[in-house]
């Protein structure tokens, strides 16, 4: 879902590189609280996993993939605020080393894909909580929704963004149809991606998993 | 307690640098919108376009998909991890912080 340059108004580009930049400076702010010895290296793993994962296009129609976005994965691990600094961080090395996704298209790829993918993920996951806490089954189905909601939610930004000031001046409704329908189906691929990966690591460290932190006991007892 | 850690980079390790190559080469669902509705007429080239690995390769070959896949990988650990650790809250009872 990286955008090229000059798809997007040079005004509404630099207006979305100013909200990318403050919405990772606030995340910056608030990931320290949600970072120590143990975590800050499953962060960078985080990272790296979904540099790694976003690599594989999957088909989804003849002539259309998808990726991996990784914002519910990443929110439900490490919780949203490094979470979206994990993927800002996939971003940003995707657009300088591999030339994937516009320089001055960076703040809307960041905007989308960062900072609304992630929120909408972790907004998701956190209101079906009680799901996840129910055991591998519900935490399955908790990520598979998240991750399906961040991709059709990240892929509306894109819409958005192109209404204020897209180039070519297409009609918006033939974007939209067109985005929200193939992001469905992408959707589908994330959902499943990030609920193999999520139910993977709780299985084995669920002390890594942000979003079951602080529910052990309750677990156990059963209350 | 670092074999976990040890075995996620392993996995993101194998996904760039072998599962790369598998990975469909259809525009994705975005580039297709664009694509289709003509929009993609007002792409500009990527300034780094003509860069070693652009576009997961290594100039240009796609033969070299895996190497930059390991590349991105040991760069993006490198940052995210000086990132995180250097942000990472330093006070030795961590455990009564939660």
Not at chain 2, 30 to 40: C, N, P, Q
Request: proline letters at 3%; aromatic letters at 8%; glycine letters at 12%.
């Amino acid at each position: 879902m990286h955008m090229s340059d000059g798809l997007l108004n040079a005004p509404v580009s630099v207006a979305f590189l100013v909200i990318a930049a403050m919405g990772v400076g606030f995340a910056l702010v608030k990931a320290r609280a949600d970072l120590d010895d143990r975590t800050a290296p499953m962060a960078g793993l985080v990272a790296t996993f979904i540099f790694a994962v976003q690599m594989i296009n999957f088909p989804i129609l003849p002539g259309a993939s998808g990726h991996l976005l990784g914002g519910a994965l990443a929110a439900i691990l490490v919780g949203p605020y490094v979470g979206a600094l994990c993927v800002t961080i996939v971003l940003v090395v995707q657009a300088l080393l591999f030339a994937d996704g516009g320089l001055t298209a960076l703040g809307a790829n960041v905007t989308n894909m960062a900072l609304i993918g992630t929120a909408t993920g972790f907004v998701v996951a956190l209101a079906l909580r009680r799901l996840a806490q129910r055991g591998k089954g519900g935490l399955a189905a908790v990520a598979f929704v998240s991750a399906f909601v961040n991709t059709v939610v990240a892929a509306t930004g894109f819409v958005v963004e192109y209404a204020i000031g897209g180039a070519g001046g297409v009609e918006i409704g033939k974007v939209a149809l067109l985005m929200w329908g193939l992001h469905a189906l992408i959707g589908i691929g994330e959902g499943l991606i990030t609920a193999v990966t999520v139910t993977s690591v709780a299985s084995i460290r669920p002390d890594l998993v942000y979003l079951l932190r602080g529910t052990k006991k309750p677990l156990e007892v059963r209350s | 307690m670092k074999k976990f850690f040890i075995g996620f980079a392993f996995v993101s390790l194998l996904i760039a640098g072998v599962l790369s190559y598998f990975a469909s080469g259809d525009p994705d669902g975005l580039d297709k919108t664009v694509e289709d509705t003509g929009i993609a007429e007002h792409a500009q080239e990527h300034p780094f376009a003509g860069s070693a690995f652009a576009d997961y390769a290594l100039g240009g070959d796609d033969k070299f998909t895996g190497l930059a896949g390991v590349l991105g990988v040991i760069v993006v650990l490198a940052v995210s991890f000086s990132l995180f650790w250097f942000l990472r809250k330093r006070s030795p009872q961590t455990d009564l912080a939660d």
